[in-house]
């Protein structure tokens, strides 16, 4: 299993980013997909997550509204729109795959396999 995930950068407050978590050496569409983030000094948490067929999303209380999860089975790719960043947006982004299609909550550990992250800072 590889997730490369792609897309980071630096932006100021208010700007746009969008990730992208390319993945191969599984069935990319028999599995709910998630975002987390970790800032520095803090624990990895939740962003968001998408079902097999991206009827079923969750987000962090704190993204809701700002930042879109989707995902193509066609080329094995799960994306995270990000709007009006803010600084507290800052740290790694890192896509995971869930144990199974549905019904994957926001825990870490519903998840099995961990992308090598990409860096997420906002500032002016």
């Known amino acids: 299993v590889q997730l490369v995930e792609s897309g980071g950068g630096l932006v100021q407050p208010g700007g746009s980013l969008r990730l992208s978590c390319a993945a191969s050496?599984?069935?990319?569409?028999?599995?709910?997909m998630g975002w987390f983030r970790q800032a520095p000094g803090k624990e990895r948490e939740f962003v968001s997550n998408?079902?097999?067929?991206?009827?079923?999303?969750l987000y962090a209380d704190s993204v809701k509204g700002r930042f879109t999860i989707s995902r193509d089975n066609a080329k094995n790719t799960l994306y995270l729109q990000m709007n009006s960043l803010k600084p507290e947006d800052t740290g790694v982004y890192y896509c995971?795959?869930?144990?199974?299609?549905?019904?994957?909550?926001?825990?870490?550990?519903?998840?099995?396999?961990w992308g090598r992250g990409t860096q997420v800072t906002v500032s002016s």
């Open positions: 995971a795959v869930g144990s199974r299609t549905r019904g994957v909550g926001r825990s870490l550990g519903e998840y099995t396999y």
């Open positions: 998408i079902d097999w067929i991206g009827i079923t999303i």
């Open positions: 050496g599984f069935t990319f569409s028999s599995y709910v």
